[in-house]
């Protein structure tokens, strides 16, 4: 059985897979790891396997959901 999941909006009508790599790269460097390379090495996998999966639209709709709850208090 197959997982349908809306598709999620992106800012500036980028891809789900550049949007999904663009928010983690600002990840990195909101945490000071934007120059790190075992940091970068590791998040270059995670997204391969992530895009592999076709599972972009399922981390951006799942993000969205967090950022709800914390939102409203959850």
């Keep these: 059985r197959r997982l349908v999941v809306p598709e ?10 550049r949007y999904l790599r663009a928010l983690c790269e600002r990840g990195l460097r909101e945490r000071g790891l934007g120059d790190d390379l075992k940091a970068r090495a590791r998040l270059r996998r995670e997204l391969a396997i992530i895009e592999e999966n076709s ?4 981390f951006l709709t799942v993000r969205d959901i967090a950022r709800l709850a914390r939102k409203g208090g959850h």
Excluded: V
């Excluded at 909006?9 to 897979?17: E, N, P």
């Excluded at 599972?55 to 399922?58: K, R, V, W």
């Design 8 to 17: 999620p909006r992106t800012q500036h009508r980028l891809d789900l897979t």
């Design 55 to 58: 599972l972009p639209g399922y």
